[in-house]
């Protein structure tokens, strides 16, 4: 009895050390996190506060800067708001905070003599609070500071929640672990543990435990009872796990492929989320006699990929591969990724007649240049647009029998290549959800009246439940477009179209890439990266310092003007001579069209006529790599760039920003960005610039290359918290939550 209640005694004290140990590190991470998602909302907020308040600051004390503090002071875990002078006096707070603020903070009092955005925790009226401090600043210089004080006292009462938690699993630990220590010290091992395994072996293939008989004893009792329920324990688990998954859901965690994978399982009560886009997520080529299988190039397959990886579903897209039919089955189908299978890629062929009227002709002469301002006129032939209605209503019909068995499916149609498609989907399967997302800019209503088939366009894209934008501003610029061109009622505030009593939903969502990385497949490669002078080497150069630009080369992404802009860099601080190259991955796209031909050609000539100027014996300011690089071979010049240069013209997000943030986990390197693009508006601590301002671009290099490191590791950071929080789960989750909670009429649809 003794060694029993010893054996006990020890058992309970091991288990109880662990398993505070374990709480202590767990409300040490949940303290340290509820703190970084703290100071993460209070950055937020205030970045979105600046430009108001920075605009009401220079009148001094007004009510309508006190109005502005008084709406956004009264949020869930916001105890106040403040705008403070130079001279750390407040212009305007929160009601309530004058009297238990007796003295101007000190972090908004250091934040002001340092003009830096600075925060601490604090104790304002006995509460325990963070205060976020925000120097303001206007044309005519320091202005004052915007202070966010939160209320932490949510904190302690999760942390407390979490120890009350851990208490209670001690206490039934330390019970059940009594139990079974008593039973297994009291009952003597009396049967051979031969017959033991060979029964637990029968009992794990399949075959019933009462046709062996157990060992004799009261230790295998106990033992008998959880193997022969293993199996059903395992099951449990995957329950259980997605149990888990939906509670992080709830609790507005980080989205990940689990919890993008929970999320539309139960949105879709387990229905097959169907894609149609025009690229195909991955293409068959055949390369001598073997078949190649690459990632075609482009921000649409960066983006979606990981997204059907994660939930599953049908992809529908153009077999442009010349191997791609040699590989699916019967009905054009094969399961993808090759190497680990998580859903189905459905081929539709076109003939050459097809593509060159749909693809190049309408979508990429006429479409394409319209909706990118970058000063090519777009071309509009009836020819091309009579091939347009015919590949869309193919499209229709596959994915009208894709989804023939399956009720209320839910539908993501992707980008101007299927402008048509929602309608002639919703007019056969009016219990369809639609959605599609267009993911290039939306013009103006002058421009887009260019477009003689605009009220075709329009009607199509109204056929969805849903149209999503990468920005606001692309939203205004489609409801006004649809305003004037077609008879319509706009309703502004909740940014619908009401059409013969059907209503269509136009939302922003601005999409991403995946977090970690939209690389993270290539990570796990056993061959060390190459460093800066290897790489470099490799491609007949040396440099100290590395900029990196990667494009699917169009004459929207300011390739040409990023050149110029090296050029005049060299030109303008000599010293980096030898000492900088830009090394330029850009992977041709539709070659067959002229004004495509004719910008490669440009681009051929200008990085000839730069490097002839500058170049010397082993050093070459542009090497041009001119052909598709894969995911692989794009990685290490992410990761050892100093600089990474964006200049689009006009954007609607531009994947390649947030790839290069999503890399860079080392906390160093410099994103140029053109403001023209939707991910300056997310982005703002990259180096926004105007890509057409050659001297602007020149000199962003210079400050690049010079930036402090510590100041590059704080922007990288910053930059990498917004992309982690709104990655390409978050996009795909918020997107579908919106598509299912738009509710249906059929009868108003099939009244159409």
């Not at 100071?39 to 907020?45: D, I, M, Y």
């Not at 921000?299 to 979606?304: E, I, K, P, R, Y």
């Not at 189908?333 to 081929?347: A, C, F, N, S």
Request: include cysteine; charge should be neutral; aromatic fraction near 10%.
């Amino acid at each position: 009895m003794r060694i029993t209640l010893r054996l006990i005694v020890s058992l309970i004290v091991a288990v109880a050390a662990v398993a505070i140990v374990s709480a202590y590190i767990q409300v040490n991470q949940d303290r340290g996190q509820l703190q970084q998602d703290l100071e993460r909302r209070a950055h937020l907020l205030a970045l979105g506060l600046q430009d108001a308040v920075e605009s009401l600051i220079a009148e001094g004390p007004s009510p309508k800067l006190e109005s502005l503090v008084e709406k956004f002071g009264n949020q869930e875990k916001l105890y106040a708001v403040g705008v403070y002078d130079p001279q750390g006096e407040p212009l305007a707070v929160t009601p309530g905070l004058k009297s238990a603020l007796t003295r101007t903070p000190r972090v908004v009092a250091t934040s002001l003599s340092q003009r830096v955005d600075m925060s601490e925790f604090d104790r304002i009226g006995g509460k325990r609070v963070y205060i976020y401090s925000l120097p303001l600043e206007d044309q005519t210089g320091h202005t004052g500071a915007l202070a966010i004080i939160y209320d932490t006292a949510f904190i302690r009462s999760q942390l407390s929640r979490i120890w009350l938690l851990s208490s209670e699993r001690i206490l039934v630990q330390m019970f059940l672990i009594s139990l079974v220590t008593l039973l297994v010290v009291r009952w003597n091992i009396m049967g051979p543990l031969a017959k033991f395994a060979e029964w637990t072996k029968r009992l794990r293939s399949g075959v019933p435990g009462e046709t062996l008989p157990a060992p004799k004893g009261g230790l295998f009792e106990p033992i008998v009872h959880e193997v022969s329920t293993l199996a059903r324990h395992l099951s449990a688990a995957r329950t259980a796990a997605e149990h888990e998954a939906r509670l992080r859901e709830a609790a507005d965690s980080l989205w990940t492929p689990e919890r993008l994978r929970e999320n539309v399982k139960g949105k879709l009560k387990g229905k097959p989320l169907f894609v149609i886009s025009n690229r195909e997520p991955y293409s068959h080529l055949r390369r001598e006699r073997k078949t190649e299988v690459i990632v075609p190039a482009g921000g649409l397959v960066t983006a979606l990929e990981p997204v059907l990886r994660a939930s599953g579903g049908v992809w529908i897209a153009h077999g442009s591969g010349d191997a791609d039919f040699d590989v699916v089955d019967e009905k054009n189908r094969i399961r993808v990724p090759p190497d680990d299978p998580r859903y189905t890629l459905k081929r539709v062929a076109l003939t050459s007649e097809e593509e060159a009227g749909y693809y190049y002709g309408f979508a990429n002469e006429g479409i394409w240049p319209l909706c990118h301002i970058a000063h090519t006129r777009p071309t509009f032939r009836s020819a091309d647009w009579a091939q347009y209605t015919k590949v869309n209503r193919k499209f229709a019909e596959i994915a009208l029998d894709e989804m023939k068995d399956v009720a209320e499916p839910c539908i993501l149609i992707q980008d101007y290549h299927f402008a048509l498609l929602p309608k002639m989907i919703k007019d056969k399967r009016p219990d369809a959800r639609i959605a599609i997302f267009w993911h290039i800019p939306w013009p103006n209503p002058e421009a887009f009246g260019i477009c003689p088939w605009q009220r075709e366009i329009l009607t199509g894209m109204m056929g969805g439940d849903l149209i999503g934008f990468q920005t606001q501003f692309f939203c205004n610029n489609f409801l006004e477009t649809v305003d004037r061109t077609l008879e319509t009622r706009i309703d502004w505030e909740r940014f619908a179209i009401l059409k013969e009593g059907v209503t269509t939903m136009v939302k922003p969502f601005p999409i991403s890439v995946a977090f970690p990385s939209a690389f993270q497949d290539v990570f796990g490669d056993e061959k060390p990266l190459q460093d800066k002078a290897a790489m470099l080497k490799g491609l007949g150069s040396k440099a100290r310092y590395l900029g990196v630009g990667v494009e699917r080369m169009d004459y929207t992404k300011g390739v040409l003007e990023r050149f110029w802009a090296i050029e005049r860099f060299l030109e303008k601080y000599e010293r980096y001579q030898g000492e900088f190259v830009f090394v330029q991955l850009g992977a041709p796209s539709r070659t067959p069209i002229k004004r495509y031909k004719e910008f490669l050609a440009e681009t051929d000539r200008e990085v000839e006529r730069i490097n002839a100027k500058f170049k010397s014996r082993d050093w070459k300011p542009i090497v041009y790599l001119k052909k598709h690089h894969s995911h692989k071979e794009i990685l290490p010049f992410y990761k050892n760039a100093d600089i990474c240069m964006v200049t689009s013209l006009h954007d609607g997000m531009n994947l390649v920003a947030k790839e290069f943030v999503a890399v860079r986990d080392d906390g160093r390197g410099v994103l140029i960005l053109s403001r023209f693009t939707g991910a300056s508006r997310e982005l703002r601590d990259a180096l926004i610039v105007n890509p057409y301002d050659i001297e602007e671009l020149a000199d962003a290099i210079r400050a690049g290359l010079e930036m402090d490191p510590e100041e590059v590791a704080v922007r990288m950071g910053r930059m990498r918290d917004v992309v982690r929080e709104h990655n390409i789960f978050r996009w795909a989750g918020t997107l579908i939550e919106a598509l299912v909670k738009i509710p249906m009429d059929w009868k108003a649809t099939l009244d159409r």
